[in-house]
């Protein structure tokens, strides 16, 4: 299986594909913890307007996918922190008013035939170079301000009032959050796509939680478990020829299924130990 | 000392208006109390004692009228209170030790982008010792009871250092024999900190409390550990249960009307 890394391009795969799996494990903790799975959804999705807008404006579909994504997070951010009672209501339009801006966008831009699926279903086979010193960077930043603010993001986490009685500005570091969530959900685009954005920043945090003891170690676990993901899906996509988004997610819900089920055995288990008794 | 801040009332309201929508939780609440005052909270569910908690942290606004907390407005004055919130069965599953949440106390004194100070785990330790909390520090906070869980947000509160403490119902979830042991510390802390405690706890106002004030609606404070005539004509659904509860006559006031 190693000779495969004599390609360039599958090399390219597997660092974006680490690279991904960090900010998606560190992000992805913060998003299962702090229940906006729904505004990120809503995030990746409106941010196809973005890429809708680089095709006809001719600049990268994955700039316009940034521009759109922040934008979008910062319109979400304002409505759940103004609105909350129908802040999932105006997600949802905004999600698919995105969408729509996009394909419409794709259709007035003439004589194009965009491969679409990329963008839906990632390309992580195709990630140029250029693009791994645009992750590197955005690997960073998220790294040192949650290293930074590390203590103000398990406060506002865990207990948003107590956060804000004892000074935190919960509000900004909320902000400050969706814009990080927007920014690693357009690189995630380039790896599985926008419609599985969500299971890969999901599923392996909702698999550390319940082995870690801190936000910071379910961070780590989250993003270790997501390079297995990744990398184990990448190298079967190549051996069967399978679509390697697609494949990745499998994998990566294969590996929900079977904690889910390790957890029912060891939950069975307890309660029948304890009858006995 | 001079300082305007240290002299202030504790709490100052005047005219407070507010409302979810359209329907009025609280209309034209006006009341001080002064600093070094221990007050107990009472008045039905939905009478609005959460609500006028909430304006006093500073994380509802009125839609008229002022507040002052120790002097100053309540988001300004947040750094210098502390607060033990009702509900204790929220985020279960996030993955925070004891001691850590003890220890999310201590951010109203340090810097944001800080790491905590080497006083920090000291005062969260001593904390957690005087809510019997100290040898479960390690303990996953969503594996312990809900009694468990509010002393250690009770704990989390004192290490704030706070000179006003918010408590909302405190001890609804924890056992009789811990109840009197908080309020115990808290008249012992009470020398130092003014402290506004919501309670449905009758026994705790004949015992423990300084002052009365009851909300429904709107808010009457008495100054001294009765609950007046007053109260009870304002709709206040409690006196069936006073006496189903067997209080002392004294926590009832004597005198009529005033």
Redesign the interface.
């Known amino acids: 299986m190693w000779e495969v890394l004599q390609y360039d391009f599958m090399r390219n795969a597997l660092l974006a594909g680490l690279l991904v799996s960090i900010s998606c494990g560190i992000i992805g903790s913060l998003v299962v913890?702090n229940r906006i799975v729904f505004i990120s959804g809503g995030i990746a999705h409106a941010a196809f307007g973005g890429v809708g807008l680089g095709f006809f404006c001719g600049f990268s579909p994955f700039l316009g996918a940034a521009i759109f994504a922040s934008g979008v997070s910062l319109i979400m951010g304002a409505v759940s922190l103004k609105s909350k009672h129908r802040a999932d209501t105006i997600i949802g339009v905004l999600w698919a008013i995105g969408m729509a801006i996009g394909i419409i966008l794709i259709d007035l831009t003439p004589g194009y035939h965009v491969d679409l699926m990329s963008y839906l279903f990632g390309s992580i086979l195709a990630v140029p170079t250029a693009d791994l010193w645009l992750m590197l960077p955005l690997d960073g930043v998220i790294l040192l301000v949650v290293i930074?603010?590390y203590?103000?993001f398990?406060?506002l986490?865990?207990?948003e009032?107590?956060?804000?009685?004892?000074?935190?500005?919960v509000k900004t570091l909320y902000m400050v959050m969706l814009g990080m969530t927007a920014l690693s959900i357009v690189m995630i685009i380039r790896v599985v796509g926008l419609i599985l954005v969500i299971a890969l920043l999901t599923i392996p945090p909702f698999i550390a939680?319940?082995y870690?003891?801190?936000?910071g170690?379910?961070m780590v676990l989250a993003s270790v478990l997501g390079a297995c993901f990744t990398i184990s899906g990448l190298w079967l996509s190549y051996a069967f020829d399978l679509t390697s988004g697609a494949t990745i997610i499998l994998v990566a819900g294969v590996g929900f299924f079977f904690f889910q089920v390790m957890d029912f055995i060891k939950s069975k288990g307890k309660s029948s130990g304890a009858n006995r008794q | 000392m001079a300082n305007p801040m240290t002299t202030a009332p504790a709490i100052e309201m005047k005219g407070v208006w507010f409302s979810y929508d359209k329907s009025p939780i609280l209309e034209n609440v006006t009341f001080t109390l002064k600093q070094g005052d221990f007050l107990g909270m009472i008045g039905p569910n939905g009478g609005g004692k959460t609500t006028l908690l909430m304006l006093l942290l500073g994380i509802l606004k009125p839609d008229r009228g002022t507040i002052r907390v120790l002097g100053e407005a309540p988001h300004q004055a947040r750094r210098r209170v502390g607060y033990v919130p009702q509900n204790t069965d929220f985020n279960n599953t996030f993955p925070i030790s004891v001691m850590d949440v003890a220890l999310m106390g201590r951010l109203a004194g340090s810097r944001m982008g800080k790491r905590f100070s080497p006083r920090d785990r000291p005062m969260a330790e001593e904390a957690l010792r005087k809510v019997g909390m100290w040898d479960r520090r390690n303990a996953p906070i969503g594996k312990l009871s809900g009694g468990q869980r509010q002393r250690v947000l009770i704990a989390r509160a004192l290490v704030t250092e706070p000179e006003i403490l918010f408590l909302d119902e405190p001890t609804a979830k924890v056992d009789p024999e811990f109840e009197s042991n908080i309020y115990d510390f808290l008249k012992e802390l009470n020398r130092q900190a003014t402290i506004l405690t919501i309670t449905h706890d009758v026994g705790v106002i004949s015992r423990y409390v300084k002052s009365v004030a009851c909300v429904n609606r709107t808010l009457i404070y008495h100054e001294e550990a009765e609950i007046t005539h007053e109260m009870i004509d304002m709709a206040y659904a409690c006196p069936v249960d006073l006496v189903a509860h067997g209080i002392p006559h004294r926590v009832l006031s004597h005198h009529g009307k005033e």
């Open positions: 913890v930074l603010f203590k103000e398990v406060a986490s865990y207990d009032q107590f956060a804000f009685v004892v000074g935190i500005p939680e319940k870690t003891r801190s936000l170690q379910m």
